[in-house]
């Protein structure tokens, strides 16, 4: 079966476009057959990104982990006015990503990358709505190790559902983080973790 993370070179391809609002600020994603939440804005995905425009930090830079078409790290460069490189291990995802941070006018770049493997640099805030359907040795990675690319007051935030083991996962990342929780809703958690 094919998921939103598995690349399928023989999917045919059927363009939609998303739009999306947050004060003056306007977006036009353009989305495909074959990634994340191809007909509508993630409701985790906005929650997540609207508690960061409300608490987050501006001008810094950001990595966004697993950024499908681009929503999250394409509206953080805008409305945050940060650099942002944005990686995913879906190819189809990459492509739309690049197409949607030209259209949007977004300070940011798109690379592959299977979790950390090509990430060179360090940053000052990583964000993610964690693929939880890759598996739990995938997100677990993917939160854990954020720690080695954080520089040494970086944040990692991310949203998290209570059924997909939102209280145990943080259970086990306050071995290495400082957690706050900064908002719930319909069962979803936003987490920022202080990297100590
Ligand atoms: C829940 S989706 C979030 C997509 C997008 N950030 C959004 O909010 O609409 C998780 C993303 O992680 C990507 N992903 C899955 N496994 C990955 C891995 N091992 N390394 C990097 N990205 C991965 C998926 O392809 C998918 O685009």
């Not at 993370?5 to 353009?30: A, I, Q």
């Not at 677990?140 to 720690?147: C, P, R, T, Y």
Request: charged content about 30%.
């Amino acid at each position: 079966m094919n998921q939103y993370f598995t690349n399928n070179e023989n999917l045919k391809s059927e363009y939609r476009k998303l739009k999306y609002n947050y004060l003056e600020h306007e977006f036009d994603f353009t989305s495909d057959l074959g990634v994340f939440s191809k007909d509508r804005i993630d409701f985790a995905s906005k929650l997540l990104i609207e508690t960061y425009f409300k608490n987050g930090r501006k001008n810094i830079n950001v990595l966004d982990v697993g950024c499908g078409y681009g929503l999250i790290g394409i509206t953080i460069s805008r409305i945050m006015n940060s650099t942002v490189d944005m990686i995913d291990i879906n190819k189809r995802a990459i492509h739309l990503t690049d197409l949607n941070i030209k259209n949007n006018y977004a300070k940011a770049k798109v690379f592959e990358s299977n979790i950390y493997e090509n990430i060179k640099d360090k940053y000052d805030v990583i964000i993610t709505n964690p693929p939880i359907r890759a598996g739990k040795d995938v997100y677990m990675k993917i939160l854990m190790d954020a720690s080695n690319y954080l520089n040494n007051d970086g944040e990692l935030w991310f949203v998290m559902n209570k059924d997909h083991g939102a209280k145990s996962t943080i259970e086990k990342m306050k071995n290495v983080y400082d957690i706050t929780i900064l908002d719930r809703k319909k069962g979803f958690f936003v987490i920022s973790c202080k990297k100590r």
